[in-house]
C-alpha cells in the first residue's frame, strides 16, 4: 500500500491549462480504471471532482478533466482560475477493498 | 442534503484508546458503503478503513489492521471507528466519506474531520 506518486506543486497563470500526473503501479492505477481526484481548500474538507478516471460528478466545471494511460493518471484543469488554487489528490482502487492515495499536489495560480 | 460530523477525537496517550464517531444525515445511511479516511501534514490524504452497507464486511488499511475496528449502527445512523494500541503516528485529522451510490470506488461526500493527538 505505498502511496501513489503526485508532483509536490504545478503552478500556471489564468487561462492556462494544467496537469496533474498520479504515478502508481500495475496493481492499483495499471489495473482499475478507478481512480478519482479531490481538490482541498485550505481548512476545508476535500471534494470529489472527477471518478472513474474520467466521471465529473455534476457541479464540476467541464474544465476539469481525467485520463490515464498504463500506471499513471493525469488531471488536467483547462483555462485556470484563481479559485483553482488548491491541493489536489489522486486516489486508486488497489484491490482487496483497500484504497490509496497520491501525496498531493499544491497548484499555484500565478 | 448529505451531512456527515464527526466527533470523538483528543489528546491522548501512546497505547491508548478512543473511539470516533460520525453522524450521518440526508440520506439513507444504511444504502451506502463508509469510509475512514486521515490526513496528516507529512503524508496527506490516507485511506484508513471500510465497512459495507449492514456493517457486515469491513477492510483496513495494513498500518492500522488489528489496532483499529469500523462499525456502523444503522438505526442510529451513525458510523464508528474505535481505535486502539495508539501510536504517535496515529495523529491526524480523521474523516468519514460517504461510498458514492453508483461508483463504489468513490468517495463522494467527507465530513469535516476530528482531530486525534497521540503524544506523552
Known amino acids: 500500500q505505498s502511496a501513489l506518486t503526485q508532483p509536490r506543486s504545478v503552478s500556471g497563470s489564468p487561462g492556462q491549462s494544467v496537469p496533474i500526473s498520479c504515478t502508481g503501479t500495475s496493481s492499483d492505477v495499471g489495473d482499475y480504471n478507478f481512480v478519482s481526484w479531490y481538490q482541498q481548500h485550505p481548512g476545508k474538507a476535500p471534494k470529489l471532482i472527477i471518478y472513474?478516471?474520467?466521471y465529473r460528478p455534476s457541479g464540476v466545471p467541464d474544465r476539469f478533466s481525467g485520463s490515464k494511460s498504463g500506471n499513471t493518471a493525469s488531471l488536467t484543469i483547462s483555462g485556470l482560475q484563481a479559485e483553482d488554487e488548491a491541493d489536489y489528490y489522486c486516489c486508486s482502487y488497489a484491490g482487496r477493498y483497500t484504497w490509496v492515495f497520491g501525496g498531493g499536489t499544491k497548484l499555484t495560480v500565478l | 442534503e448529505v451531512q456527515l460530523v464527526e466527533s470523538g477525537g483528543g489528546l491522548v496517550e501512546p497505547g491508548g484508546s478512543l473511539r470516533l464517531s460520525c453522524a450521518a444525515a440526508g440520506f439513507t445511511f444504511s444504502g451506502f458503503w463508509m469510509h475512514w479516511v486521515r490526513q496528516d501534514p507529512r503524508k496527506g490524504l490516507v485511506w484508513v478503513s471500510r465497512i459495507n452497507s449492514d456493517g457486515s464486511v469491513t477492510s483496513y488499511a495494513d498500518s492500522v489492521k488489528g489496532r483499529f475496528t469500523v462499525s456502523r449502527d444503522n438505526v442510529k445512523n451513525t458510523l464508528y471507528l474505535q481505535l486502539s494500541s495508539l501510536r504517535v503516528e496515529d495523529s491526524a485529522l480523521y474523516y468519514c466519506?460517504?461510498?458514492?451510490?453508483?461508483?463504489?470506488?468513490?468517495?463522494?461526500?467527507w465530513g469535516q474531520g476530528t482531530l486525534v493527538s497521540v503524544s506523552s
Open positions: 466519506a460517504r461510498a458514492h451510490r453508483s461508483s463504489w470506488t468513490t468517495f463522494d461526500n
Open positions: 472513474d478516471v474520467n
